[in-house]
């Protein structure tokens, strides 16, 4: 029904930058919040940032500065803008949606499937 295509991951080195994108297609009504999470190796998955419909922003405290999270709503797209990249910010990222199929429908929740950061010297 609702696909989720990631891209811009890959190999940094520290104090670097990367910019993933992930955009969504199918059935879609409305996207409300688009957000990013990753998954460190042997760590549970956090969430690094979400954006609102009407724009609003968080960042968990790591990235703040750093990272920036916007979105392309003719485009259905979600991005996120990493700078100055640490070793620790090394992982898979995901984005999620909660997405609206049709006027009458509840909100579902939809992944991507990932892509590799590994930031290196």
């Known amino acids: 029904q609702v696909q989720l295509v990631e891209s811009g991951g890959g190999l940094v080195q520290p104090g670097g930058s990367l910019r993933l994108s992930c955009a969504a297609s199918g059935r879609l009504f409305r996207i409300n919040v688009m957000s990013w999470f990753r998954q460190a190796p042997g760590k549970e998955r956090e969430l690094v940032a979400s954006?609102?419909?009407?724009?609003?922003?968080n960042y968990v405290d790591s990235v703040k500065g750093r990272f920036t999270i916007s979105r392309d709503n003719a485009k259905n797209a979600v991005y996120l803008q990493m700078n100055s990249l640490k070793s620790e910010d090394t992982a898979v990222y995901y984005c999620?949606?909660?997405?609206?199929?049709?006027?009458?429908?509840?909100?579902?929740?939809?992944w991507g499937q990932g892509t590799q950061v590994t930031v290196s010297s």
């Open positions: 999620r949606t909660r997405v609206v199929v049709s006027s009458t429908g509840s909100e579902d929740i939809y």
């Open positions: 954006i609102g419909s009407n724009g609003w922003k």
